[in-house]
């Protein structure tokens, strides 16, 4: 896969002598792009997210990491058990952590996350910035559904863009993790048109193990050239390891 475009920089993933992600990706995420990582539940998308985040930080780059799942605890315990340490860069504020409770589903009770995100100026001067999962907050965050009963679907996710698109025109990376279940066409198909990075994550049961692979969709601004496909597993004490790679000829 090859790309030309007008990024300047890149985010370097690191871990160079750890595993093989950095290399996969180029050399890493372009400053000021944004990203879409789309696949079922289950594929992986969350561990890939968070050892873009460690390894970001590693390389001193300021990461927020927004999850609608977890907690903090949680998240630390996640991180250990694939040997991903984050603590350093907790303490030292390169990375911050939120969770975006999305309520129980009581419609009534629900906070407006999305509109709260918006306003937080200081969440938005990261070098990059992780929404996991923004899908849950396209279905069940009441201020995207206001938008969604003022306006059609396509036009409600459009003005969501343009927010995001404020933001990575000062240089944030914005990285937004999608479930696609359940997921109408209408909000996928704007997200995936402007993603300047689109991953698509798979997964297959094979003889001995899950097989879990990256088709790279778009990459623009890529250092080197990218496969098309990436193979990775995920192993506890290890974290995500490269399996194989592969270019679709055309």
């Given at each position: 896969?090859?790309?030309?475009?007008?990024f300047?920089?890149?985010?370097?993933l690191?871990?160079?002598?750890?595993?093989?992600?950095?290399?996969?990706?180029?050399?890493?995420?372009?400053?000021g792009?944004?990203?879409?990582?789309?696949?079922?539940?289950?594929?992986?998308?969350?561990?890939?997210?968070?050892?873009?985040?460690?390894?970001l930080?590693?390389?001193?780059?300021?990461?927020t990491?927004?999850?609608?799942?977890?907690?903090?605890?949680?998240?630390?315990?996640?991180?250990?058990?694939?040997?991903?340490?984050?603590?350093?860069?907790?303490?030292?504020?390169?990375?911050?952590?939120l969770?975006?409770?999305?309520?129980?589903?009581d419609?009534?009770?629900?906070?407006?996350?999305?509109?709260?995100?918006?306003?937080?100026?200081?969440?938005?001067?990261?070098?990059?910035?992780?929404?996991?999962?923004?899908?849950?907050?396209?279905?069940?965050?009441?201020?995207?559904?206001?938008?969604?009963?003022?306006?059609?679907?396509?036009?409600?996710?459009?003005?969501?863009?343009?927010?995001?698109?404020?933001?990575?025109?000062?240089?944030t990376?914005?990285?937004?993790?999608?479930?696609t279940?359940?997921?109408p066409?209408?909000?996928?198909?704007?997200?995936?048109a402007?993603?300047?990075?689109?991953?698509?994550?798979?997964?297959?049961?094979?003889h001995?193990?899950?097989?879990?692979?990256?088709?790279?969709?778009?990459?623009?601004?890529?250092?080197?050239?990218?496969?098309?496909?990436?193979?990775?597993?995920?192993?506890?004490?290890?974290?995500?390891?490269i399996?194989?790679?592969?270019?679709?000829?055309?």
């Amino acid at each position: 896969m090859v790309s030309t475009s007008h990024f300047e920089r890149i985010y370097s993933l690191g871990l160079e002598g750890q595993d093989q992600v950095n290399r996969a990706f180029g050399g890493g995420l372009p400053a000021g792009c944004l990203a879409v990582v789309e696949g079922q539940y289950g594929t992986g998308k969350t561990t890939l997210a968070r050892r873009f985040a460690y390894g970001l930080c590693e390389q001193n780059h300021s990461v927020t990491y927004l999850s609608t799942e977890h907690t903090l605890s949680p998240f630390l315990d996640q991180m250990r058990s694939l040997s991903y340490d984050v603590q350093k860069s907790l303490l030292r504020r390169d990375l911050l952590y939120l969770f975006g409770n999305l309520g129980d589903g009581d419609q009534d009770e629900q906070p407006e996350l999305l509109s709260k995100l918006q306003g937080a100026q200081q969440l938005w001067k990261s070098d990059v910035v992780v929404l996991d999962t923004f899908s849950d907050i396209l279905l069940y965050d009441p201020t995207v559904q206001s938008l969604v009963s003022a306006n059609t679907q396509r036009r409600a996710i459009q003005k969501i863009i343009s927010f995001f698109r404020q933001i990575t025109a000062t240089g944030t990376t914005i990285i937004l993790l999608i479930s696609t279940s359940g997921l109408p066409e209408q909000i996928l198909e704007p997200l995936r048109a402007v993603g300047d990075v689109l991953l698509d994550i798979s997964v297959a049961d094979g003889h001995s193990q899950r097989r879990r692979e990256i088709n790279v969709r778009r990459f623009t601004g890529m250092q080197q050239q990218i496969a098309d496909k990436i193979g990775f597993s995920i192993r506890p004490n290890t974290g995500i390891v490269i399996s194989n790679q592969s270019v679709v000829k055309r």
